[in-house]
Each structure stands twice: as C-alpha cells, then as structure tokens.
C-alpha cells in the first residue's frame, strides 16, 4: 500500500521571500502538500545566496527550498499576472510577503485570486500586517525582535539589549502561518470559502511573552533583563564545569528546586521561609547560584549530568552544532537527518518538525535550481504548449 501523507492532494503556491513565508510552505510541503515556488525571473528569493555557499549554491536554500517546484514568473507583467491567476485557480493555498497592496497593484489581489478560485486560502505574511500606520513599511524578523519585547527582557541586567543570532521571529511567524492557513482550510472544508489570513511579523512573539502584558496592564509593572536568571524561580542559570563546558539548571517545580539543594550539598535552605516559593528562591539567586556553580566547578560536565539525572532534578549541557549532530537522543529522532541531494551527494539537514504514526512527512528533494520546474508545472497545470511557454519566455512573462 502506498504511503499516504497528511497534506496530500494540497497545492500550494509560494510567493514569498526571506524568510517566514517560504518557511511554513515548507512545513506544509514536508508533509505532502505539491508547494509551487514562484520567483522573478532575473531576482530570486534571496534565500538562495543567504549565509553560505558552496561553488555558488546556497546551502540555506537547500533546505528552505525544498519539496517545491521553482518556477519562474514576473508577476509584474501582465502575462505573468494572468499565469499567477491561471496557477492559483488550480490551488489550495497562496503565500505571499509582499508589501501591501502589491499584489493588488498587480491585478492579483485577494479580490482577483478568489474570483478565479473562492475557496483559495491566502496567506499574506508581512512584518506589520495589512493596515496600520506601519504596514507600508518593510518588515524583517529582527524588528519584530526588537519590537515584540523580546530582545528588552534578554541580556544582562546591565548589559544591552540582545537580539537572538538567528530567524527567531521569522521561525515562530511561519508555524503561527502553519496552523493559520491549516484552519482557514478546515473552515473551507467544513463550510466552502477560502479566506484571507494576515499575519503580521511583529504579533507571534507578543502572545509567547506570558503573563508580561496583563502584569502591566494591571500593575504598570515592566520585566527587566535577568541575563539567564528568571524573575519567577532560582536556581535557573547556566553553570561551568571542570572540564570548561556549561551546563543549564531549571527549578521551575518547587520539587525540583528542593532536590537541586539537596544534590549541591545546601538542603539546609530548603527550610527558609522565602524558599517555598519560585518567586522568593529568586529573590535569593546569588546565594543559590552560587551554591550550585561551587559544586559543578569541580566535576566534570558528565558527572554533573549523571548526578542530576539520578537524584531526577533537571539539567542539560549546553550544545553546539556539534553536539546536536552528535547526541544519541537526536540521533534515535533522526533530528538531524541525511537527504540526497544532486549537487552535494547527500545533505545534513534539520528532519520534518514531528511523527505522524499513520501520515508521516517526508523530505522528498531538496531546493531545487532557479527555475527548475517552470516548464513542468505551466505544462502540467496550465496545458501550455512549448511553443506558448518560449513566448512568455521571449516576452519575460517567466
């Protein structure tokens, strides 16, 4: 029997760039969905020569880009405009992140799009949504960093604000994405009417702040930076051992808290007053931190595991690239899987996001070359002649 996926049948078009858009029609293509990828003919999606190359490949695009089909197609142009039309009239979905009132400049606006398809999910992923006095503005996932909070409650208390060293907020607004446009298909399923879904950048990392915004809202109270401290529980930090690895401790559970002390040698705090709340232990996170990195300092990382592990407390080491690639946990996950690849051979790259026991997804092929599929899909999807498809060519439709 065949292997069934849990989005097969799914046609989805991408029309977007750099980086939330074409990361959720990936998601959405690792588990079966047919993903269009739509790019300019003379401009690609950046992603393909983001970060490192190898003889001129973007390794970033390698794995953004794959399970879809590259082709190209100028949407400013007319021809190309009634292409986009023609393609998403055969479609489930359609991605895009240009700025907006782009597309309806182009004459393929939500309006013209469900004209031609009404059950059409659109999905428009922008940094500051569709309407506000910031939407014309262009919009990256370091703004929504910067905006949403974030980078103000992380650092050092004296230290400055610090913004995470990858796509965070492109990565969480792409699965925010995900399961947008996999309830407007529902909604569609159930009651036969695509819709618009707007997704504004700036907005995901806001509802991960937790109870910040009804803390200030009620109490007019802001959270400072506490570099890897938390203002809700101690010990909770990050702890050298012997052999100069680190190690980070959580004591979110007052159990937890109790058999940490007790493991670094100190159950006598156990018994203070302050210490029989998360918020009390933090009032006291020097003494506690230094309790723990005193007894971690003289043993080695495996040790401090093993020890941890034992007396059930939390911990785990701190890993690189490396130890992610080389950790047995992962590897039993298959996190971090090898894909073929026909430039490379075989690629490592990061595995479908979970396990589905009846439907699993699949990394099928990985980002294909600029253009690769134009002449397949126009074929396919639109019955264009090759006579036809080298017009739009000469004309610079695709």
């Known amino acids: 029997m065949p292997e069934q996926q849990a989005l097969q049948g799914l046609t989805v078009i991408d029309c977007s760039t750099l980086f939330a858009g074409p990361l959720a029609a990936m998601v959405l293509g690792d588990f079966g969905a047919e993903v269009i ?15 490192r190359t190898v003889d001129g490949i973007g390794l970033w695009w390698k794995m953004l880009g794959r399970n879809k089909h590259p082709v190209t197609i100028n949407l400013s142009a007319r021809e190309g405009a009634e292409l986009l039309l023609g393609l998403a009239a055969t479609a489930d979905v359609l991605i895009e992140n240009f700025r907006p009132g782009t597309l309806e400049r182009w004459g393929v606006g939500p309006e013209q799009l469900h004209a031609v398809n009404p059950g059409l999910v659109i999905a ?48 969480v607004a792409a699965l925010c994405c995900v399961n947008a446009v996999l309830m407007a298909l529902r909604n569609r399923d159930a009651y036969g009417a695509g819709q618009v879904v707007d997704l504004a950048i700036i907005e995901p990392l806001v509802t991960l702040l937790g109870s910040q915004p009804t803390v ?13 401290r938390s203002v809700n529980n101690a010990p909770r930090n990050t702890y050298r051992t012997r052999d100069e690895k680190w190690v980070a401790v959580s004591t979110s559970s007052q159990s ?56 059930q407390a939390a911990a785990a080491l701190i890993y690189d690239i490396e130890d992610v690639f080389n950790d047995p946990q992962y590897q039993a996950l298959d996190t971090i899987t090898t894909v073929p690849d026909s430039d490379f051979g075989t690629l490592r790259m990061q595995n479908v996001l979970f396990r589905l026991s009846q439907t699993p997804g699949k990394i099928r092929f990985t980002g294909r070359a600029h253009g690769a599929d134009t002449d397949a899909v ?10 036809r498809i080298a017009e739009l060519r000469t004309a610079g439709a695709i």
């Open 37 to 51: 990828k739509v790019e300019h003919p003379k401009r690609p999606d950046p992603s393909r020569g983001h970060g």
């Open 124 to 171: 428009r992923v922008t940094g500051f949504g569709q309407f506000g006095p910031y939407s014309p503005r262009p919009g990256f996932g370091t703004l929504a960093e910067s905006m949403s909070g974030l980078a103000a409650i992380t650092g050092e208390l004296d230290g400055p604000p610090t913004l995470p060293p990858f796509g965070l907020a492109d990565g």
């Open 216 to 228: 200030y809202g009620l109490l007019g109270e802001k959270q400072p930076r506490t570099g890897n």
């Open 256 to 311: 937890i808290a109790e058999r940490v002390l007790t493991l670094v040698g100190h159950a006598e705090v156990i018994d203070e007053d302050w210490f029989a709340t998360g918020a009390g232990r933090a009032v006291h996170a020097d003494l506690l931190d230094g309790y723990v990195s005193e007894w971690t300092a003289v043993r080695t990382a495996a040790e401090v595991i093993e020890a941890f592990e034992k007396a």
């Open 378 to 387: 126009l074929r396919d999807r639109l019955a264009l002649t090759p006579e």
